[in-house]
């Protein structure tokens, strides 16, 4: 029997490591594993790496190296950012302003903060899922003490304004953090140019390793600490480094935004070839998210009539690896909050489905799912009365 080939389109829930990040990082699984806070000079090796790792990290998004601390993924970024924020100015206010289609590890941390005191305004969104920036400005009030909006949506692919935003939160001298996991190797960032105090960003979704990321903190922010232990850290996030972790973290980000525009412009052409041949032909189809402010591998799209999940399935066992907004893949009956936000109704959000294209992906891959997708679609809605219905009552 013929292999299955893998057609791997699920880029925005995590990447493959790039040999070049794997062979940077080898050395320091084996001859190089010093601990980086010993004082011997073995150890001061590991720490060298460490410390051009943070200066890599930093360079990419317009940072000082003193500003970016080491943290085990995106979740932990966004737990400490918002969390720390939020506990250690309690003082001056108890009020955060965040969207309603940030991602779980924003979300669940803002709820937590509700049971503990604490107010949140869950922004809306339009019908491409960008916020409205008047409705910011007339969300602040004296007790704001923090302002968390991703940069782009994991699911939509829609890229916020984040420098009007970082404006706006400067000048009435509120603190911004931004989810930026999905932006980072995506989109350019300047933490400078665009008034962004925190900013959280996850090595496995830009071709580094999984289980490393960072948090950057603007130098004079006030924050609590994450983990209390040893010094590490500047003894804000104690636990010996992840020293594999970082070095690779530290390459993947430079390859990742070395060549940004280059990389865009490759992805997003066989993006929109893909798009293009999807709305071309399967009737009934919508695009979900900003049709130009989304990220350049991101197809979001609502099939009417039919499930993600059986979707999915079939897919799969055809060998793409794809995600959906539907239901039971998130474990919950509600369909995807972001779905949801931007004004899809319960049965449309239930047929969506993500495409994310990234390094893995070919023109190939892009001709294949062409081939597969429609008939899998048609498949589908046959065996659906709603589909059923809609035709008959088309006929008369
Ligand atoms: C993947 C992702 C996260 C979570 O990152 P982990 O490294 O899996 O913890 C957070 N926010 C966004 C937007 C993401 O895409």
Redesign the pocket.
């Known amino acids: 029997m013929e292999q299955k080939r893998l057609i791997y389109m699920d880029h925005?829930?995590?990447t493959y490591t790039k040999p070049e990040v794997v062979e940077t990082m080898m050395p320091f699984f084996t001859e190089q594993f010093g601990n980086a806070s010993s004082v011997y000079t073995f150890g001061r090796k590991s720490k060298a790496a460490v410390e051009t790792a943070r200066e890599q990290v930093a360079k990419a998004i317009g940072a000082k190296s003193d500003e970016i601390y080491f943290v085990?993924?995106?979740?932990?970024?966004?737990n400490w950012a918002i969390k720390g924020i939020a506990w250690a100015h309690r003082d001056k206010g108890n009020h955060i302003i965040t969207t309603k289609i940030?991602?779980?590890?924003?979300l669940h941390v803002c709820e937590y903060l509700e049971n503990n005191g604490f107010e949140v305004t869950y922004l809306s969104v339009d019908e491409n899922g960008l916020i409205d920036l008047d409705e910011l400005k007339r969300a602040i009030t004296d007790k704001t003490i923090l302002i968390t909006i991703?940069?782009?949506?994991?699911e939509i692919g829609t890229i916020q304004p984040i420098a009007e935003i970082g404006k706006i939160a400067r000048e009435r001298g509120i603190i911004f953090h931004t989810?930026?996991?999905?932006a980072v190797g995506n989109v350019a960032i300047d933490v400078e140019k665009m008034n962004i105090d925190l900013l959280?960003l996850?090595?496995?979704?830009f071709y580094g390793p999984?289980?490393i990321?960072a948090l950057y903190i603007r130098k004079g922010i006030k924050i609590e600490n994450l983990i209390h232990g040893g010094g590490q850290e500047r003894r804000r996030r104690a636990g010996t480094e992840n020293l594999p972790g970082i070095v690779g973290l530290g390459k993947a980000i430079e390859m990742a935004t070395e060549n940004l525009e280059e990389h865009n412009e490759k992805i997003r052409k066989m993006r929109d070839r893909l798009l293009n041949g999807i709305m071309e032909k399967i009737p009934y189809t919508k695009l979900n998210g900003h049709p130009e402010k989304r990220l350049p591998g991101n197809i979001n799209v609502s099939f009417k009539f039919i499930e993600g999940e059986s979707l999915l399935l079939m897919l799969d066992q055809l060998g793409i690896c794809a995600s959906t907004g539907s239901a039971c893949s998130s474990g919950s009956l509600d369909p995807s909050h972001v779905l949801l936000a931007i004004g899809l109704p319960h049965e449309i959000a239930h047929g969506s489905l993500r495409l994310s294209l990234g390094d893995l992906t070919t023109e190939e891959d892009i001709d294949y799912v062409l081939e597969v997708l429609p008939k899998i679609v048609q498949r589908l809605r046959e065996m659906s009365p709603l589909y059923e219905d809609f035709i008959k009552k088309g006929e008369n």
């Not at 940030?102 to 924003?106: G, L, N, P, R, Y």
């Not at 991703?150 to 994991?154: E, I, K, S, V, Y």
């Not at 989810?179 to 999905?182: I, S």
């Open positions: 925005a829930a995590t085990n993924g995106g979740s932990e970024a966004d940030e991602h779980h590890a924003v991703m940069f782009a949506n994991n989810d930026a996991v999905q959280s996850a090595g496995h979704k999984k289980g990321g």
